[in-house]
């Protein structure tokens, strides 16, 4: 493998995990506004919450998977 193959995998991995936060983050804050609004609604809530759930895991995957890459010994 290359320099430049390992250069365009590394910001692939970098694209992958900073969409990934975005999308957390913005399953977190639906989450929030479903548990502000005036008449909350539990189960609405519940599924929201498994959601992001679903979603914070998948980018500590791909977190994980970015170090994996960096700490390798090229």
Known sequence: MNIKTL???HQLLLAETDKRETIYTAARDLQDQYEESETPDRDLINRQCEVADKC?????AALKALRDFEEQEW
């Open 7 to 9: 250069e365009f995998i």
């Open 56 to 60: 914070m895991k998948e980018h500590f």
